[in-house]
């Protein structure tokens, strides 16, 4: 099997695994990090969000040797040591998740909005964030926690 190479979260990862492996199974079944999350399958929900050289992916959809030579960046990349992220904070400041199954996806979407809009619109915020689906319809508290995160979001 060929081996694949890609920073993972700030550190150098190689994996020997057949280069049609998606993303999602190589993070959690072969790495272990089981913060993003199966949902669909099919690049619809975004629960399996994460960012590759810095965009939001599905990584469900990207494959093992898509990413080799790249930046892979999961919910577990966003915290710094023992502080979370401010979307991490804020999620839970203001108790955003119901069931949570989907927030590590609209975290990551919500990331990446704000590193291109440090203080995104309500519209920017809807287009952002339109391919990430919540069954338990926390939109409108996630919608005011990228507006609280946004006050204090550091872009670099």
């Given at each position: 099997?060929?081996?694949?190479q890609?920073?993972?979260?700030?550190?150098?990862?190689?994996?020997?695994?057949?280069g049609d492996?998606?993303?999602?199974?190589?993070?959690?079944?072969?790495?272990?990090?089981t913060?993003?999350?199966?949902?669909?399958?099919?690049?619809?929900?975004g629960?399996?969000?994460?960012?590759?050289?810095?965009?939001?992916?599905?990584?469900?959809?990207?494959?093992?040797?898509?990413v080799?030579?790249?930046?892979?960046?999961?919910i577990?990349?966003l915290?710094?040591?023992?502080?979370?992220?401010?979307?991490?904070?804020?999620?839970?400041?203001?108790?955003?998740?119901?069931?949570?199954?989907?927030?590590?996806?609209?975290i990551?979407?919500?990331?990446?909005?704000l590193?291109?809009?440090?203080n995104p619109?309500d519209?920017?915020i809807?287009?952002a964030m339109?391919?990430?689906?919540?069954?338990?319809?926390?939109?409108?508290?996630?919608?005011?926690?990228i507006?609280?995160?946004?006050?204090f979001?550091?872009?670099?």
């Amino acid at each position: 099997m060929p081996k694949y190479q890609f920073l993972l979260n700030g550190k150098e990862f190689e994996v020997d695994v057949p280069g049609d492996m998606p993303l999602l199974w190589t993070l959690r079944d072969v790495i272990g990090l089981t913060g993003t999350k199966y949902g669909c399958g099919i690049g619809q929900c975004g629960a399996c969000t994460v960012h590759v050289d810095g965009s939001p992916v599905r990584s469900c959809l990207v494959t093992a040797a898509s990413v080799d030579g790249s930046e892979v960046t999961t919910i577990e990349g966003l915290a710094e040591e023992d502080r979370l992220h401010i979307l991490q904070q804020v999620w839970v400041d203001q108790d955003v998740a119901q069931c949570g199954y989907c927030q590590t996806g609209q975290i990551m979407s919500a990331a990446a909005l704000l590193k291109e809009k440090p203080n995104p619109t309500d519209d920017d915020i809807d287009e952002a964030m339109s391919g990430n689906y919540c069954r338990c319809g926390t939109y409108v508290r996630i919608r005011e926690a990228i507006h609280t995160a946004a006050g204090f979001y550091d872009a670099s």
